[in-house]
């Protein structure tokens, strides 16, 4: 959604972008922006500040990073294919974009490699651009990281960038699971901080989505995704120069179940004024060759907790949620079916007002649902309209439920 909340811009696996106009759903453009490669796709969509450009990552052989005006020129691109390598099966992509207050760009650029030989590989960097496309800084420098990164967060005055790593098995250099603290300013890092895995069940750990610091910089969460949520101290940490975790959660870590190890994905956190929102996904079964024989008692859920540590509500969603969207009121949840129970009747959007009192039912105040799964959300900065993104669920036996559809909601 723009910041005037009156264009909504969409991006599709395949790589095609719209912009329309919310209040009528008119199509004001179209831009197919990889052609010839089915896989491609659009990975992340960001307006700027003043809603007169349009900032657009792609997961496609050359990754670009494209800015565009409302009227669909592109004024500037930036790709990271030529850096991070590329083939049809493995394509690198902006996975993740965020803007701070001056129009400054910062961007997660990662590519997964699959695996060679017994270790799952990964190459990824940081970039930051000013307003106009002009690379400030890239990190690491003079080298990529053996680390996927997938996401990325900075604070409004653009003082700090954060990011977490990611990988599959143990990585070499750049370790996996490890938080990182940079001067927004110059890409320096003030700290770094390696989250230990949860043996015996992983010899890895893996940050994911969920890397976000407090506006003010005072403090930064991060889950791996094992299902431990953390709260780190960035000012102390600035101040004393000792990374340390402030609190630690242990929400979906792994149990054994008939002597097959479960745990609930850690997938996204979120910063909703002092409420921090941790997003649990589906059970997986930490043996590859077995299923999770039901779920994680806390899979598919979301846990809300003040800075203390203090566990203020919980929800269970029945259902995967994707990446939600927020102002600085309202979580907007958009859900996919459960991978485990595969109940469909879920399926939709989920609205819950922060600002409200109470557990997780009192602030419950609006369902949507959807045939299809929905897989993407977004609300208007005025909490007007949101904005869902269906997409057919075919079933085991042929049969499709929904189809790909813009659903815009008041």
Partial sequence: MS???????????????????????????????????????????????????????????DAFLYCFDLEGTEIWKYGAGKELGSDLKYMPAMKKIKLDSEGNIYVAASRACGYI????????????????????????????????????????????????????TETEKWREGTVHALNGNTGQEHWSYKIQPVEPFFDYSAIWYSTQITPDGEKLITMTSDGRAFLFNNSRIIETGTPEITWQQNIS?????????????????????????????????????????????????????????????????????????????????????????EDRSVHGVYVFDASKSGGASSRLIQTYNTEGITVSADISPDGRYIAALEAPSRLDDGTVLGEYKVHILT
């Fill in 253 to 341: 870590t792994p149990i054994v179940v008939s002597g097959v190890p479960i745990y609930g994905s850690a997938n996204y956190a979120y910063i909703v004024n002092d409420t921090l929102i941790f997003s649990i996904g589906s059970t997986f079964s930490k043996d590859k060759n077995k299923d999770a024989p039901f779920e994680h008692p806390s899979g598919n859920s979301l846990f809300a907790y003040d800075y203390d540590g203090n566990l203020l509500w919980k929800w269970r969603v029945d259902g995967y949620a994707g990446e939600c969207a927020v102002n600085d009121r309202y979580l907007v949840i958009p859900l996919a079916q459960n991978l485990v129970t």
């Fill in 117 to 168: 030989g017994e270790k799952y590989k990964y190459l990824a960097r940081v970039y930051s651009f000013d307003p106009e496309g002009n690379l400030r800084w890239k990190f690491p420098e003079s080298e990529y990281m053996d680390s996927g990164v997938t996401w990325i967060d900075a604070t409004p005055d653009g003082k700090y960038a954060v990011f977490g790593t990611t990988c599959f």
């Fill in 3 to 61: 910041p005037d909340s009156e264009y909504l811009a969409i991006g599709t696996n395949g790589g095609s972008l719209k912009l329309i106009k919310v209040a009528t759903g008119e199509k004001v453009w179209e831009k197919q922006l990889v052609k010839g490669i089915a896989d491609a796709r659009i990975a992340d969509i960001e307006f700027s500040e003043d809603g007169k450009r349009l900032f657009v990552g792609e997961e496609s052989p």
